[in-house]
């Protein structure tokens, strides 16, 4: 990727306006400016709902979607639907230093780039992880909003760490910021140019300050800079999730079918341009081409398994793991140096890889990680492929989906008054003012954790019926005060959940409101199973 400052970018709009009634001062306009490409007919505003109250099995918090186009005023959409999932704002209930508070998937083909940006710092402020999941798209200022995915953690130091994932199958494109063509006339025939270029420093500035914000290689911004209004700088290979600090969700490394070797190596590679701050393909230049079982030992006297590194040895000398080590595969790489003691090596560079829920990093520093996830691409070659990745990695993935099951979702010839939200083969969501209606099946999983969690501290229980294969639930949670009401029906080993969540704290529930939870509950069928109210 070829370097570009901004200030000599600056300076070549600055040329090229000289000729401002030329062709060529529209295509230098349309790339520098506040706005974001997108098609009119590519999709609506954004919506932002509720999916489902579990994202998966390991982060057991709510699910939103953004969908659509990015404009003004869709934070205060995002932050009323946050409001509606978790009852209760950000101020009564802020992030707790557990983790993350929810997950928004992110579906959109981009728009405004303030919009964009303030998306990402209301998901750090309310510690909320962003995903792209597979077949979605998430591009232009989408991905700015995308890389605010945070959670909060208050023990060990951790602090904010970046949650923010891509599935296998699914586009993150960054895209230069500027302005639409019937925009670029207006201002041409009002004589502003000058008003364009002091907009133009602007939109650079802002963009630049946003990615280096939010952890994003300066290679990425010089490459985006040097890019076409109508090119996306696509996160499509291993690389680019290093430069985006991105991560792929959490699997077992092996499904990578990649070669211990091999992964010492990439991952060698990685810390080495981490090191000097260059390309990652050149990281590869400095290793030697075969792993040696010896290359020397460490300060613990453990012998050294890996490759050395051509540089000099006051700088860099090897790379690689202590050989007892070498049956987990690049869960710890090291880089080393020459010690004190010229018989042996110092590390001074380490990744860390989580093979199971915990916490991956390359310390020291906080530049990549820690995560609370796996950095396995860091296992895989800088050019690989990730629509490329082994078949069995989306196969796990589809496993760890919370309580993913077969089973067909209860058949509604109206929302007997609210207005559907979101609409899949497993999750159906509804809003009926500010009461919220979500619809899950699933294994039965999802029935046993519903009545497991009806029995927690935090439920004041008003209502508690058991029948044959269903249960009803029905009172208000201690901490804010707001009402709700469950049912859950389970056949074999499927089963269907429908919460019906009262967003008034300390008020009562409305006739209305009462009539609408009465015809969810009691036009249910779930594979012949009903309440004993059901006509």
């Given at each position: ?78 932050k009323t639907a946050l ?51 597979a077949d979605q798209s ?346 709700f009401y469950w049912a ?48």
């Amino acid at each position: 990727m070829n370097k570009i400052s901004p200030q000599a970018f600056y300076d070549k709009v600055l040329r090229l306006c000289a000729a401002c009634r030329q062709a060529a001062l529209t295509r230098t306009i349309l790339t520098t400016t506040l706005l974001w490409c997108v098609a009119a007919n590519v999709a609506t505003a954004a919506d932002v709902h509720i999916v489902n109250y579990r994202f998966s099995q390991s982060k057991t918090v709510p699910l939103l979607r953004l969908e659509g186009i990015i404009l003004r005023g869709d934070v205060e959409k995002y932050k009323t639907a946050l409001e509606r999932v978790l009852g209760c704002s950000a101020a009564e209930c802020g992030p707790d230093g557990t983790g993350v508070r929810a997950v928004v998937s992110l579906d959109s083909p981009g728009g405004s780039l303030l919009e964009g940006i303030a998306l990402a710092e209301a998901f750090r402020e309310d510690a909320v992880a962003t995903v792209i999941e597979a077949d979605q798209s998430c591009l232009s200022a989408c991905a700015l909003a995308f890389l605010g995915g945070t959670g909060v953690w208050s023990t060990g130091g951790i602090g904010y760490f970046r949650d923010r994932t891509i599935e296998p199958g699914a586009k993150l494109g960054f895209h230069s910021p500027f302005f639409p063509s019937s925009k670029v006339s207006q201002i041409l025939e009002e004589k502003q140019v000058t008003n364009l270029l002091d907009l133009t420093r602007m939109s650079i500035s802002k963009f630049a300050g946003h990615l280096n914000r939010f952890g994003i290689n300066p290679l990425v911004f010089d490459a985006i800079i040097e890019m076409g209004q109508d090119e996306y700088f696509m996160i499509d290979r291993a690389e680019r999730l290093y430069y985006t600090n991105t991560t792929l969700p959490q699997f077992p490394p092996h499904l990578l079918g990649v070669s211990s070797n091999d992964a010492i190596r990439n991952v060698c590679a990685r810390l080495i341009a981490e090191f000097y701050k260059i390309p990652l393909g050149q990281g590869q230049n400095y290793l030697a081409d075969a792993c040696m079982e010896d290359v020397s030992r460490d300060q613990a006297d453990r012998v050294i398994s890996g490759f050395p590194v051509d540089e000099s040895p006051y700088v860099l000398s090897a790379c690689g793991v202590p050989k007892d080590h070498r049956s987990e595969i690049a869960s710890t790489v090291f880089l080393y140096r020459s010690g004190s003691d010229a018989a042996y090596l110092e590390s001074f560079l380490k990744y860390q890889n989580a093979t199971e829920q915990g916490w991956s990093s390359v310390s020291p520093g906080k530049n990549i990680g820690p995560v609370m996830n796996t950095l396995n691409h860091f296992m895989i070659p800088a050019n690989a492929g990730l629509m490329d990745l082994p078949a069995s990695i989306s196969d796990h993935l589809a496993s760890q989906r919370y309580a993913s099951g077969s089973g067909s979702m209860p058949q509604r010839s109206s929302g007997n008054g609210a207005n559907l939200l979101f609409d899949a083969t497993d999750a159906r969501s509804w809003v009926y003012g500010d009461v919220i209606i979500t619809e899950r099946v699933g294994t039965a999983q999802l029935y046993s954790d519903l009545k497991e969690e009806a029995d927690g501290s935090f439920i004041d229980l008003a209502l508690s019926r058991d029948f044959d294969n269903s249960f009803v639930r029905s009172g208000h949670y201690g901490m804010n005060g707001n009402a709700f009401y469950w049912a859950a029906f389970v056949q074999g080993n499927q089963s269907y959940v429908l919460r019906v969540e009262y967003n008034q704290p300390g008020k009562d529930i409305r006739p209305d409101e009462n009539k609408i939870t009465k015809a969810f509950a009691c036009s249910t069928d779930f594979s012949g199973v009903r309440l004993p109210c059901f006509h």
